[in-house]
């Protein structure tokens, strides 16, 4: 599975965005998906992640509230809405696919490249 990761950009505190992530391969609908993000000078860190279905669902206490993760696995996609950006919120973002919704980044098999996301105060 390889993964394309979009939609990062420059927005204003406050503002939303919505990264997309686009699967090729036919397992990506039997994956469970997660959303990292890496800000300059440290760790990468959990954000948020889904069940195969898309029913389940985990969220980093940074991201309750204002991101949600989804998928649709007929176009082999995932998405991360994320609303009330904060400047905190900088970094690059990266999707994941594994056989575990879960927020340790070891448990993923594949990774997308990463999108830069900006947030001004």
């Known amino acids: 599975v390889q993964l394309q990761a979009s939609g990062g950009g420059l927005v204003q505190a406050g503002g939303s965005l919505r990264l997309s992530c686009v699967a090729s391969g036919r397992t990506f609908g039997a994956l469970a998906m997660g959303w990292f993000r890496q800000a300059p000078g440290k760790e990468r860190e959990f954000v948020a992640a889904?069940?195969?279905?898309?029913?389940?669902?985990y969220y980093a206490d940074s991201a309750k509230g204002r991101f949600t993760i989804s998928r649709d696995n007929a176009e082999n996609t995932g998405y991360l809405q994320m609303n009330n950006l904060k400047p905190e919120d900088t970094a690059v973002y990266y999707c994941?696919?594994?056989?575990?919704?879960?927020?340790?980044?070891?448990?993923?098999?594949?990774w997308g490249q990463g999108t830069q996301v900006t947030v001004s105060s």
């Open positions: 994941a696919a594994g056989p575990n919704w879960v927020a340790e980044p070891e448990e993923y098999d594949y």
């Open positions: 889904t069940s195969w279905t898309g029913v389940s669902t």
